[in-house]
């Protein structure tokens, strides 16, 4: 079936642009994992999209704009991932002024001092110089539209389908057809994501199109049988394995085989029964650079003294997963089930611990704790034990303490609580008949 036939004059200039996203080189990794920016960097567009607009109707002149199409030079964006350099090109059919290029940084408010060009004409009561100032917050409004949590997954689908392009040579100009993403389901199924997975991808590509005017192909009719068919065939069992108190004992017993530094032997003992003890999820104590603020800071933890010894430690949850109302959630645990006390644990490491604010859980220098660093130390220690890296993974922590806690008579209430869950999505988590009977 060909495209509809437009009628002339009711697509917006936007839809007329075209934006191609370069697809990486051979010497970017497949399994890259930095912090690049995509999302942010297109949805920079909207703004083009907002003029262009203005512009059509008159409120802005596009003079200054014309002169920007002679500089061809399209704007590109640096996503440091691994030392390559990935490019978004925008690629212009009508003259759209490109407000990053023509203003120096921390200058976007004075849109009309940097251009005398536009027009002084009032419009609907507004002059066109006014208008211009308002640009800048529609870049700000855009970019603060999605959770930080969000834009990272959406970023790590774009990467995805950036290698699913270059695998098959195709080329990545976007709008994207609805055989192009029908391609990119199927490769997705092909290499084992989950239905769940496969449906977050496309979000972030419906997102990117929507954003930009274009027609959403995702939401295609054969796309969306395609993932109903994923969803029929695929595997949605959850594969990982509780962390109970036993294979915990066994975790921590692990440590100094695979540790060396003391430092990091206690901060990772404290860490596993911290994880364990508050039904923690990994995000909530190990941060991104750009998100250290969101994690258990040092500051969000108090003890509780009883006949001169540490007895309980108090947690308070600032920030965590569909906490809409803002409001922190504490908690608190005692020394636990494992052979070695969570309260003594934590004392110890604090006592060894640089008294610096920050992150709860630091490195000897200082530094944060990495996500890549926990996820290497747990993967040794899992095989220390002999037990599948595969099966067990951060989470199993607090699958293990939610397992736990049912096998203990917990109410359905008192365990939504204890892990901060806004609904009964814990259930998912008691893994009693999967608990190893040897272990």
């Known amino acids: 079936m060909g495209p509809k036939k437009r009628q002339e004059g009711t697509e917006p200039p936007a839809k007329r642009r075209r934006v191609t996203v370069q697809r990486k080189t051979n010497t970017d990794s497949a399994s890259d994992t930095s912090n690049s920016d995509i999302i942010n960097s297109i949805t920079k567009n909207v703004t083009e999209n907002i003029l262009a607009e203005l512009q059509k109707v008159g409120v802005l002149t ?6 920007e199409v002679a500089d061809n030079t399209p704007p590109t964006v640096d996503k ?103 391609l990119f389901v199927a490769h997705l199924f ?61 975790l921590l017993s692990g440590i100094p085989q695979v540790v060396h530094e003391e430092y990091n032997r206690k901060m990772f003992q404290a860490l596993f029964l911290f994880a364990f003890s508050a039904f923690a999820r990994i995000g909530e104590l190990i941060g991104s650079d750009k998100h250290l603020d ?65 992150p709860l859980f630091i490195l000897n220098g200082g530094l944060p704790l990495t996500r890549g660093l926990f996820d290497k130390t747990l993967h040794k220690c899992l095989l220390s034990c002999g037990l599948d890296g595969t099966r067990y993974k951060g989470h199993s922590f607090r699958i293990g303490a939610a397992t736990l806690a049912a096998q203990k008579g917990c109410t359905d209430a008192q365990i939504r ?8 999505a814990f259930q998912k988590y008691i893994r009693s008949n999967q608990v190893p009977s040897n272990i």
Not at 80 to 97: K, L, M
Not at 119 to 136: C, K, Q
Not at 417 to 424: A, D, K, L, Q, Y
Request: hydrophobic content about 35%; some cysteine.
């Open 62 to 67: 596009n003079q200054h704009s014309q002169a």
């Open 80 to 182: 440091n991932s691994g030392g390559s350099t990935h490019q978004i090109e925008q690629i212009q059919a009508s003259a759209i002024t490109d407000m990053g290029k023509q203003l120096p940084a921390g200058q976007g408010a004075r849109v009309s001092e940097a251009s005398t060009t536009c027009s002084t004409r009032t419009i609907g009561g507004t002059r066109s110089s006014d208008a211009s100032r308002l640009l800048e917050y529609i870049e700000q409004l855009t970019e603060a539209a999605i959770a930080p949590s969000t834009t990272a997954t959406y970023n790590r689908a774009w990467r995805t389908f950036l290698s699913f392009c270059d695998r098959y040579g195709m080329s990545c100009e976007l709008p994207l057809t609805t055989a192009m993403v029908a």
């Open 190 to 250: 092909s290499d084992s994501f989950s239905p769940k997975s496969i449906s977050t991808y496309l979000s972030a590509l419906s997102y990117v199109h929507k954003v930009l005017s274009y027609q959403d192909p995702t939401q295609a009719f054969v796309i969306q049988k395609l993932v109903s068919g994923a969803y029929r065939l695929g595997n949605t069992f959850d594969i990982r394995l509780p962390i109970t108190p036993s294979i915990l004992n066994s």
């Open 294 to 358: 969101d994690v258990i800071q040092l500051s969000d933890v108090s003890f509780i003294s009883l006949g001169g010894k540490f007895d309980q430690v108090n947690v308070c949850f600032r920030k965590f997963k569909h906490n809409s109302s803002g409001q922190p959630k504490y908690i608190s645990f005692t020394h636990g089930p494992c052979q070695i006390s969570a309260v003594e644990s934590l004392a110890q490491y604090l006592n060894i611990r640089k008294n610096i604010e920050g």
């Open 417 to 424: 609580s204890m892990g901060r869950w806004n609904s009964n």
